[in-house]
Every structure is written in C-alpha cells, then in structure tokens.
C-alpha cells in the first residue's frame, strides 16, 4: 500500500468521526423530547366567560396568554373566551394580536404599536399578516380563531380560541429537531419566562 492511500484512509476516518458525533447528539436531542412527551403529558385547556349586558357599553379586554413550555409532541394548549350576548341588541366580535413573544422572538403588530402611541416600523406585520406569520413559519402552529363575529341579541354565543399545536411529527425531523433544542436551552437561560407570550385586544360592540 502506497503511503498515499494509506493517508487518504486516515483522513476519511477522521472526518467520519464528527459526522458520526452529530448525529449521535441529534438522536439524543430528539430521544429527550420523545421521553418528555410520555412523561409531561396534561391538560393545557383554559377557559373564561364575558358577558355583554348593555349595548350602549363596548367590552375591550387586554387577554394575555402564555404557553409556558413547548416541545415536539406536547399536547395541544388552547384557551378558550366564551362570549354571551345578554342585551337586547345584536352584537360584534373582533380581536387583534397585539403583541406576540416566540422564545427570544419578539413581534409588535402595526395595530399593536398604534395601541402603544408609537408609529409602526417598516418590520411591523398588521395584525392579521402576523396571524399568518405565527401558523406557518414554525414547526408548531399559533392559530387565533372565532366561531362568530355576529351574535344575537339575548341568545348570542360564540368564543375565542387560542391554540398552539406542535405535534411530534410535523412533517420536518430537522426542523422539529432544531426548534426543539432551541425551545430547550431558552426554557434553561430563562427558567421564569414562558416560551409563548402573545397579547391580543378583544372587542364585543353594539352591532351597527
């Protein structure tokens, strides 16, 4: 054997050994998450009630929500906000993300700035593009939903939803992998902070 060959042989070696090295960390990242899923499952559901008696009094609630950790698998956080229409008036429903908080991602909508007295920015999304932003540009999914923007006078029912979903296989190992270490070492340099923080402006108006 020449010494040629014989160095190229070394050399291939050598760099198998970090490949073998992260792929051993990656099985072990994920074998983490797999055993967190079968150890930490609970009810993430929250639920409350606002009432609308008198139509000449708009309801406007600041809701503050925060999923306090999140991995690949977790069962799915909702929060629920039933809405009673008890006037004798039809009324109407909206919401706004005001603010929204993904580990150390920080986002201000435009409407959300506005609500601060300050002028948006030329990185603000409106309200509904960070709604967008939120469902799909993560492993996991943020959806805000409402089952009615109308209710009827007296007998109107309808709710808010807040839901994140980030099921175990979303499709993208990878990706799941490398939010997964990274939702891991932000809960472990902030024990106190929520990974999830969103703010978000409920309104409940007289219908026009």
């Known amino acids: 054997m020449s010494n040629w060959t014989a160095l190229k042989k070394v050399l291939k070696a050598r760099m198998l050994v970090p490949l073998i090295l992260l792929l ?66 039809d009324a109407s429903l909206s919401y706004i993300l005001l603010e929204a908080r993904i580990l150390s991602d920080q986002y201000t909508s435009v409407e959300g700035r506005r609500e601060l007295g300050e002028d948006p920015v030329i990185t603000d999304l409106t309200s509904q593009k960070l709604l967008e932003k939120l469902a799909k540009d993560y492993p996991f999914k943020i959806t805000v939903s409402l089952t009615a923007e109308e209710l009827d006078a007296q007998i109107g029912l309808a709710y808010y939803e807040i839901k994140v979903e980030w099921p175990f296989e979303s499709g993208d190992d990878a990706t799941d992998t490398e939010w997964g270490i990274k939702a891991a070492n932000y809960k472990a340099l902030n024990p106190n902070n929520a990974s999830i923080l969103l703010k978000i402006k409920i309104s409940i108006t007289q219908s026009t």
């Open 24 to 89: 051993m960390l990656n099985t072990f990242a994920w074998f983490i998450y797999a055993t967190r899923v079968d150890n930490e499952m609970s009810a993430h559901v929250r639920a409350w009630d606002v009432l609308f008696e008198a139509g000449d009094s708009p309801i406007i609630n600041y809701v503050n929500v925060d999923v306090e950790s999140m991995y690949p698998g977790m069962e799915d956080f909702i929060y629920k906000i039933n809405a009673y229409n008890k006037s004798e008036v």
